[in-house]
């Protein structure tokens, strides 16, 4: 079992973000895992309660990737000087009558890392992807107010409205969400 224990970034740390290919997705499973478990234990309301353990995180991930790997989802990494620190995802598979759109899921950057960009970079390179693979409309949803939504607002996402007591943080308290859009 490997959970990410990093230390902060140094501010020189080279940043590269890409999509992972399939072959690459399981050799990065315990650290794509370990950034889900760093996001929950910060607090994060990604779907998950607390307690919420590595194997869980491990378990989601592998549910991801199995998916990935049919052609269904996109995973995205972020390597800060080759270490995973983030993750992003683009759920391609929608119902027939939807094909030109998708779903970005599960932003994720590890503690050390935050405040330096890779989120954004994440999800400047989620929606070139999803440009490629022919999608012309995006939808998402982050809690109301969070950092995350602070982000999608400054890349020119369009707030649908907010959903009040739509899901929990780990902690059981409930949170608002926020549903956007944004049209590639
Ligand atoms: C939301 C989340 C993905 C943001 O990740 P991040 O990499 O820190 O995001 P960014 O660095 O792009 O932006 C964060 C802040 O740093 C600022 N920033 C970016 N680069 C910077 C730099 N070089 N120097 C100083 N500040 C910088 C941004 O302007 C932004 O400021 P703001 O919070 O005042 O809006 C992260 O907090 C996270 O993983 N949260 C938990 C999981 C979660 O909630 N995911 C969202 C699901 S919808």
């Known amino acids: 079992m490997r959970i ?3 230390q902060d970034l140094t501010p020189s740390a080279a940043i590269e973000v890409r999509r992972l290919a399939s072959d690459e997705v399981d050799e990065q499973l315990d650290a794509l895992a370990g950034v889900l478990f760093d996001c929950v234990a910060g607090g994060a309301s990604v ?3 607390a307690p919420f353990p ?3 995180a491990r378990a989601a991930f592998e549910g991801f990737v199995a998916e990935a790997k049919h052609g269904r989802r996109l995973i995205l990494a972020a390597f800060a000087d080759g270490d995973l620190v983030g993750t992003v ?3 391609l598979e929608l119902p027939p009558n939807q094909p030109h759109r998708a779903e970005i899921a599960k932003l994720l950057v590890h503690r050390s890392a935050r405040g330096r960009g890779i989120a954004q970079l994440l ?3 989620a929606e070139a992807e999803a440009r490629a693979e022919g999608k012309t409309l995006l939808v998402l949803d982050a809690v109301t107010g969070g950092d995350a939504a602070r982000l999608y607002d400054r890349l020119g996402w369009t707030t649908v409205g907010v959903i009040p007591g739509y899901a929990l943080y780990p902690d059981g308290r409930p949170c608002d969400t926020t549903v ?3 049209a590639l």
């Open 54 to 56: 590595y194997e869980d």
């Open 123 to 125: 999800m400047e390179h």
């Open 47 to 49: 779907s998950y309660m």
């Open 4 to 6: 990410a224990r990093m």
């Open 89 to 91: 995802q683009v759920i």
């Open 180 to 182: 956007f859009w944004k």
